[in-house]
């Protein structure tokens, strides 16, 4: 196996093509090894197979294209396609349930495509974002279906994935990685076949440490963004701009508080926490708070937008409010999780009409002028690169109302003549 990886014949299957799975079939393919990719939705199949990508990447396309036309990745919907293969990569979704605990539906479906696939020796690597222990039960489940000693017949690792969208393509080169093994030479074998692309520094550890590592990084940031958020809540008693006390407090050598905003979105920061946390089936308050916080901030944004049409004696029911972005985060189409819908959500039958405009995404109305064209209230969930030079003097003469929420520090002064909130920014 270690010579096959060496001299770049073992063959790779990736298990699930999305935003993860797809760039790293692209990597190892480009690398020289023969993959597949084996994907349950048969349209992104025949997209892949026809060079095309289903996902927004940059250079994407070219890549996909180069290693599709050479024949060394071609995607497959047929179990039977990828029996006796060396190595199999997991990177299918591990989203949450309806009550917050972690649906593993998806990924216990690949391991079973994968243990009635696989041969004596191969090398299953877990590339999915999942609970602490979760990979050594994945290989008891393996020996239960293959008969196969874990560690000895064949090898187990989880290697997290850290890319962010938008730079997966340089991320997936230069990020550093971790190999969390069953066993050390399962560790040392995948750090072995990363190292076909990777050239970040590499870590080898147990599979339970590197499960942890991965989830307490997303836990950091979001509780992180929770205690800036509750920094916000903070300024508004005080009647203070947050960012400017923020700023300031980041000149001290040791502190690094983190942005406010209308909430946290993506696939992963909102779920990793409780992933985090789930198995240990203990209360964990602060990690928890910090969710809740975050998943408030919607509900802030609703309240500053509420007084302002107090302000002006208008009844939310009259009030027609232009919500600008609906992706989590600027210049990305990705919506999912994101504080624009759950603020729509908030506000959607309490005020009498809401328009939406993403440069991104789509929405209601195709431009920004579209959306303020006689509004009451301009809210901004998104910090698209668009938003940020917007005219607001040219804009506010569109509006029938000149109210401006900001949601994500976009409008640095408030501009003359509207009745401005931002989430942290003055008193309430
Ligand atoms: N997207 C990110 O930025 C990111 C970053 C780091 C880690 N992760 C983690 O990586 C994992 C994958 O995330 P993603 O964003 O690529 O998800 P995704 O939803 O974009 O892709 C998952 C793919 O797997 C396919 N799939 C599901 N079950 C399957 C099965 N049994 N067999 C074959 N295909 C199957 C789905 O159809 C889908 O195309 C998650 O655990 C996530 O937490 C994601």
């Not at 010579?3 to 790779?12: G, L």
């Not at 890549?63 to 990177?91: F, M």
């Not at 990305?332 to 624009?340: E, F, G, H, M």
């Amino acid at each position: 196996m270690e010579e096959k990886i060496e001299n770049r014949t073992a063959e790779i299957v990736v298990i699930g093509l999305g935003y993860i799975g797809l760039p790293t079939a692209i990597m190892f393919a480009t690398a020289g090894f023969n993959v597949i990719g084996y994907e349950i939705r048969r349209e992104v199949v025949d997209k892949i197979n026809s060079g095309e990508a289903h996902i927004v990447e940059p250079e994407i396309d070219e890549l996909l294209q180069g290693v599709v036309g050479s024949g060394k990745l071609r995607a497959t919907s047929d179990p039977e396609e990828i029996k006796d293969r060396e190595v199999y990569i997991i990177c299918v979704q591990t989203p949450l349930n309806g009550d917050k605990t972690p649906n593993l539906s998806y990924l216990e479906s690949a391991v079973k495509t994968v243990a009635k696939a696989m041969r004596k020796g191969s090398l299953v690597v877990i590339e999915s974002t999942v609970p602490p222990l979760t990979t050594v039960r994945m290989a008891k489940l393996i020996e239960e279906m293959t008969g196969f000693k874990a560690g000895e017949d064949f090898h187990m690792v989880h290697a997290p994935e850290r890319v962010m969208p938008g730079r997966i393509f340089k991320e997936l080169v230069y990020n550093s990685r971790i190999f969390g093994g069953i066993t050390p030479e399962s560790a040392e074998l995948a750090e072995k076949l990363y190292r076909s692309f990777v050239k970040g520094q590499t870590f080898k550890t147990n599979s339970t440490v590197s499960e942890v590592v991965k989830l307490m990084e997303n836990t950091f940031r979001d509780v992180n963004i929770a205690l800036a958020n509750e920094f916000a809540y903070l300024a508004h008693q005080y009647g203070i701009d947050v960012f400017e006390a923020i700023e300031l407090a980041n000149t001290h050598p040791r502190v690094r508080i983190h942005t406010p905003g209308i909430g946290v979105g993506g696939h992963c920061l909102p779920k990793d926490p409780h992933l985090l946390v789930w198995p240990a089936r203990e209360d964990f308050g602060l990690i928890r708070l910090a969710r809740e916080i975050n998943d408030g901030m919607p509900l802030l944004a609703k309240d500053l937008l509420f007084e302002a049409l107090k302000t002006v004696n208008l009844p939310p029911e009259k009030a027609v409010v232009a919500v600008l972005g609906l992706a989590y985060k600027g210049d990305s189409d990705d919506t999912r999780n994101s504080p624009a819908k759950a603020f729509i959500e908030a506000i959607e039958g309490d005020v009498g009409e809401v328009r939406t405009y993403d440069p991104f995404v789509g929405g209601t109305h195709g431009s920004v002028e579209e959306a303020l064209n006689g509004a009451d209230a301009v809210v901004i969930a998104t910090d698209h690169s668009e938003f940020k030079s917007l005219d607001w003097e040219r804009l506010g003469g569109l509006m029938r109302t000149r109210i401006l929420i900001d949601g994500r520090h976009v409008v640095e002064e408030p501009p003359e003549g509207f009745v401005f909130k931002g989430i942290g920014r003055g008193e309430y």
